[in-house]
């Protein structure tokens, strides 16, 4: 019941005890959040083989981040396995169909060019054929499922799908795995310095993503004990029926909101009990100086990457 802890999710890991920290913990963070936020926003509108090279490109950061594997190799195996199984659904489900439109110009326009010679076959139709795989009449016990019709519309649906699930929360949590709140609080602040001079009030924002990141273990913590709950009560969701299933799930949802809230008011009464008061991220985090090849590096990556983008990204 323990898989939460085997599975740390947006959990910031210090490694310094069991050997020195690995080169994506030294880096900026400034940097990191950079590169994050370029996994985020370069998919936009980009083609298939730049959303399957982020993925791969991502994958090859996390092999040599010099990070553990039992801190990321679960992980990886779940996302990856959650974005297939999105990406076949999507592949699989009808992309729907073209809606009937009129005739723009008259079809007596239209003219087939004559053949070559009296008897000669007439021309094959040219161009990609629209439907690539066709299965089906398909039977599940007594449901008909019809014919199943992978098109180029539903293919390219999928891969989008899948390949912007993993690398929207792979990315996002490699972020958190290897960069503490307070660093990554200092960086937002430090990017968000243009704005705070129009007078938006940065550091408080900041210092309310630090309290938001700091709740993660707590959230994580409550849905854990209510799935032991469950166990421990031998609960059994095929008896009870969809209907019981979902109240059921309703239930777990309420009292998981409730605790969450419990723990947010108990913190905030702590806080105000021992004259707790505002810091700047200034005082929370004190930037270390970093080597300069591994920050020379990341910086040119990411030059190199978003060149790319404009270059090759609609490919």
């Known amino acids: 019941m323990d898989w939460l802890r085997q599975l740390p999710?947006?959990?910031y890991v210090d490694t310094s005890d069991s050997g020195p920290a690995s080169w994506l913990q030294r880096l900026d963070p400034r940097l990191k959040l950079a590169w994050t936020l370029a996994f985020l926003v370069t998919p936009i509108l980009a083609g298939p083989i730049w959303r399957v090279s982020l993925v791969g490109l991502l994958l090859l950061i996390t092999c040599c981040s010099g990070l553990p594997l039992r801190l990321w190799g679960r992980s990886v195996l779940v996302w990856l396995a959650l974005a297939l199984l999105v990406g076949s659904l999507a592949t699989m489900l009808p992309a729907g169909e073209a809606s009937a439109t009129t005739l723009q110009r008259?079809?007596?326009e239209l003219r087939l060019a004559p053949a070559e010679r009296p008897g000669s076959p007439a021309p094959e139709r040219l161009g990609l054929t629209w439907e690539l795989v066709h299965w089906g009449p398909l039977q599940l016990g007594p449901l008909p499922l019809g014919p199943i019709v992978v098109t180029r519309k539903s293919a390219q649906l999928g891969l989008n799908s899948a390949t912007l699930l993993f690398t929207l929360i792979h990315s996002a949590n490699l972020l958190l795995l290897t960069t503490s709140p307070e660093a990554l609080v200092w960086a937002?602040?430090?990017w968000?310095?243009?704005l705070g001079r129009l007078g938006l009030p940065v550091e408080r924002l900041g210092f309310?993503?630090?309290l938001a990141l700091r709740f993660l273990p707590l959230v994580q913590e409550e849905f854990q004990n209510l799935l032991r709950s469950l166990a421990t009560r031998a609960v059994n969701l095929k008896s009870l029926g969809w209907k019981a299933g979902l109240g059921l799930a309703l239930a777990v949802g309420e009292r998981l909101l409730a605790n969450v809230?419990?723990?947010a008011e108990q913190g905030a009464e702590a806080l105000m009990a021992r004259g707790g008061r505002w810091l700047a991220p200034e005082s929370l985090h004190q930037p270390a100086a970093s080597a300069a090849l591994p920050t020379v590096l990341a910086a040119a990556a990411l030059l190199l990457l978003l060149?790319?983008?404009?270059r090759l990204g609609a490919a």
């Open 307 to 310: 060149g790319l983008r404009l």
């Open 9 to 11: 999710i947006g959990q």
């Open 261 to 263: 809230l419990l723990r």
């Open 106 to 108: 008259p079809p007596t």
């Open 188 to 190: 937002i602040d430090w």
């Open 208 to 210: 309310i993503l630090l």
């Open 192 to 194: 968000l310095i243009p």
